[in-house]
């Protein structure tokens, strides 16, 4: 069966290192999507990618970075862990959107990121 | 700032009854989608309805939308224990391939 994982499930980091998430996909769907969800705030897209390659911005992309070498991954990066980088992170993906719009989307199980 | 807005934040109800949630969003809509989130989970997709209807039913969850107050609602009927989780409305923004979360619904149902 077609799935969406992402790896580690529980990561505890520090301060100012680099992390990176893993998000993979056997869907074939050609949109992937990483939001974060916090107390009060929902969920939040920080990256999404629409294709190989292809990389955008979300609502709240600062301190992080994605990219899109093939079809299955879309890992994101914290690139100086902070603080305030604290939060449970999903990753989703969708099959290409039909002209009425997009498709539901497929989540991962989410990964929960402490910086200490 | 969020495109959709859940009321109310949370609800408990007895088993067996009726929950209904709400969802209010800002700008037009390709179509709206209600996601559960059970908890420590990824969500899960439950229904999708287009800009051009006004109800939809799945089993025992029914969703109607009103364009021109641009709100949702979502109905489940003969609630069970199961039902216990947050469920999230989601728009499509005209134009846009992504998804608008709001801040969700708390449900909580009791035996």
């Known amino acids: 069966d077609a799935e969406i994982t992402q790896s580690p499930r529980h990561k505890i980091t520090e301060t100012g290192r680099q992390v990176t998430l893993a998000c993979h996909q056997t869907w074939n769907h050609n949109n992937m999507f990483w939001y974060r969800q916090d107390l009060g705030h929902g969920l939040r897209l920080i990256h999404y990618s629409y294709g190989v390659q292809d990389t955008n911005k979300g609502e709240v992309s600062d301190g992080y970075s994605v990219s899109r070498s093939n079809t299955e991954d879309l890992p994101l990066t914290l690139e100086s862990a902070a603080s305030s980088q604290t939060s449970v992170y999903f990753c989703a993906s969708s099959d290409r959107a039909g002209t009425s719009g997009i498709h539901e989307q497929f989540f991962g199980p989410g990964t929960r990121l402490t910086v200490l | 700032s969020q495109q959709g807005e859940e009321d109310p934040q949370a609800l408990s109800i007895q088993e067996g009854e009726n929950a209904t949630m709400n969802c209010s969003y800002k700008?037009?809509?390709?179509?709206l989608q209600w996601y559960r989130q059970n908890s420590g989970r990824g969500l899960v997709h439950l229904i999708l309805?287009?800009?051009?209807?006004r109800e939809k039913h799945s089993g025992r969850l029914r969703v109607t939308l009103d364009t021109s107050k641009k709100s949702s609602s979502l109905l489940i009927t003969a609630s069970r224990a199961a039902d216990t989780a947050s469920y999230f409305c989601a728009t499509t923004i005209q134009g846009a391939q992504k998804l608008v979360f709001g801040q969700g619904t708390r449900l909580t149902i009791n035996p």
């Open positions: 700008t037009s809509i390709n179509n």
């Open positions: 309805i287009r800009s051009n209807e």
